[in-house]
């Protein structure tokens, strides 16, 4: 028997956490976290420590499947398996043209270096703009606020440097959202700000891990953070609080923006959203007056919830009338190590609109953002006939089924497909649906990179790290690496793959390092040198500053557009009730609030014992006193009904959550039809409509601020 100790890092989350692994035979045995890691000090969540199981799990995937007439799947040879999707492909573009086929990029594809952008160079090879992704049921809004606020090139203050954060709906102690905070090794990083002085301010309907450590903490009613984030405005303008130099050089309509903040007292706010007026006070004098550094920043709360690219869009005004920016001469944070340098200027990017030029969807007024099409509207794009109708469906690393909001319509539309492709470890919901399952090797079984996608917003440091895969897939197994079928598809149609904008030798396919090595082909030492650092290397040896504004910069941001004017008009003469809402033409007293939990990442996790044991269903969260109200104890059944549809959940008493709401997490529940909660848990997605409450442009859901009511289950 062999047995030796390997160094390697997660890929489960943004985390990317140092962690040691005993290996024996060529099988893993045992995870912790690496305390000799530089970067994340021997951090590991009980989701890494538990991959063990997640590679042996009894439902992986081994070898490449074939649904058959009567529903079961059967083993496929990857060749044979790659010339049947190969022809239907071709003949679905020559019936209906390549924009009949379209992709999906899920969490799987993204924590996947050599494979993250594989399936939309595919697309662009065929010429399909039928790209989709999670991006647009995640935090798109950001895009958004950017493309019609402007956006400061010399970016973001590094967070080493505030002396304040505002975090507004984001839990990063448990999310490891590397946007909002240094999440290597989450708890040790907030430690450390609280000794250096870093106030924090936390908006959240729950008092989460990360509220536990602020000096100011708001807990509204989900969906109130327009009102919000437009009342901090009016109490800094009222009170000159602003940094009036930054703002007179740089934002074209300051007085347009005070003027449509005008009606957001914090009186009214405060009754509005069930927070304290007082406290809105404080928030703001503490982000802007108390505070000459950091940022406001939200996470999935704002951005899930209706109106999110507003409340997006007016958060990030608190950063431009309070000059919360890195100016000229600054050292930038991460100026990145495996992508482009981009040019860091003191000066301002006029608000770029993308989706204004860029293809529109079938459907409404709703664009495609940056190439992504918006995924509330994916369902209608497979099941409305016309030109266009996606009829096959490649579905990279994603539960498309328990993930996209609207279950019963999306998996409707799963069904309905002509060829449905998963490339996915797992026999989950959505591989069941498919006509081929294509099975990848998991994380420790391939090399990879620390994560390159978003990495200057992501790693607050410039560190980069390779990692070689520490076993071999399983004995037996039939496994080929996530990018595999895209060249091989792309060959057999007869078009070359441009891999990150290098095309690639379509006789014989590359492998996993070398297109590493393209990923990292920014890097400023060569691919054999950023491998030799077995612990990867903080690339410090090659600062950035942030250079002084062209002497004819013209760029402002514009905080009151028309459309956001017209939006902020539109808050402001809604009724206020905020212990009933109306949604659609019925009442409802409770808002389901998104929100996510230590032991799964999405869905993934669901299917180990270990999780189960900890978690074994998503549990529906209460404040003790709406739970007397409804008349439930502890672990008694209710159901959650929305203007949809109604799921079930068992309740789980947790101060911590504001009264009137109820706090549960996505990505449990099987195949609606199938569903049994004590052993799947409730899919939340079934509660969210993509046929009515989306929001402009990028046709986000209202995937939280949800309107429920709830009754005891009989
Ligand atoms: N363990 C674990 N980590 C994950 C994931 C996971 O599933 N599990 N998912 C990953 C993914 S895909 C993402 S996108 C990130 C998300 O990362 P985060 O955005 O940090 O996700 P959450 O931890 O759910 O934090 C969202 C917070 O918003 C609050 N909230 C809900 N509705 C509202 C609202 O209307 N307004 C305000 N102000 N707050 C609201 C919730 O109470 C919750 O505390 O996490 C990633 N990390
Ligand atoms: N109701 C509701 N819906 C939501 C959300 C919510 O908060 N509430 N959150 C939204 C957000 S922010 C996101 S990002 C999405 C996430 O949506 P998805 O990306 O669909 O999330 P997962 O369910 O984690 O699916 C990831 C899949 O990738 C597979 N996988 C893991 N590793 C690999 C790999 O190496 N290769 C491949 N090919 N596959 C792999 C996993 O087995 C899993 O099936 O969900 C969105 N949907
Ligand atoms: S936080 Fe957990 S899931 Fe994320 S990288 Fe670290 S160990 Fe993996
Ligand atoms: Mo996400």
Redo the contacts with the bound molecule.
Sequence with gaps: MTREVKRSF?R??N???GVKITVENDRLVDIRGDHDDSMTLG???I??IEAVEAHYAPDRILEPLKRQPDGSFAPIDIDVALDEIAAKLQSVMDSDGPEAIGVYRGGGAFLNNAATNVSQHFLNAIGSPKFYSTITIDQSAKLISNGRLGIWQGGRQPFDTCDVLMLVGTNPLVS?QGNVFDVRNPNKRMKEARARGQKLIVIDPRHTETAKYADVFLQPYPGEDPTLMASLLHVILREGWEDREFCQQWVADLDELRQAVAPFTPEYAGRRAGVDAGLIETAARVFALESKRGFAVSGTGPDMAPRSNLAEHLLECLNVVCGRYLREGEKVGNPGVLQARTERKAQVMSAPRWWEKEGKSRFGDYHSLLGDMPTGLLARDILEPGPGQIKAFICHGSNLVNSVPDQRKITEALRSLELLVSIEPYMNETARLSHYIIPPPMLYERPDLTGFYAETMLCPVPYARYTDAVVPPPAGSKVVEDWYPFWALAKRLGVTLVYEGTPLNMDEPPTTDELLSIVARHCPEDWETLKSYGMGKLFDDYPQYVQPADPDASGRFTTMPDDVAKEVAEVASEPISPDRVISNGQAFEYRLSVRRIRET?NSIGRNLKAIRKRMPYNYAYLNPDDMRNIGVDEGDKIRITSDLDTIEGVVKADPTVRRGVVSMTHGFGTLPEETVYEEHGSSTSMLISTDRDLDVINAMPRMTAIPVNIDRCA
């Design positions: 997660c489960i989350c985390g990317n956490c951090y590991a969540c989701k890494g490891i990442f």
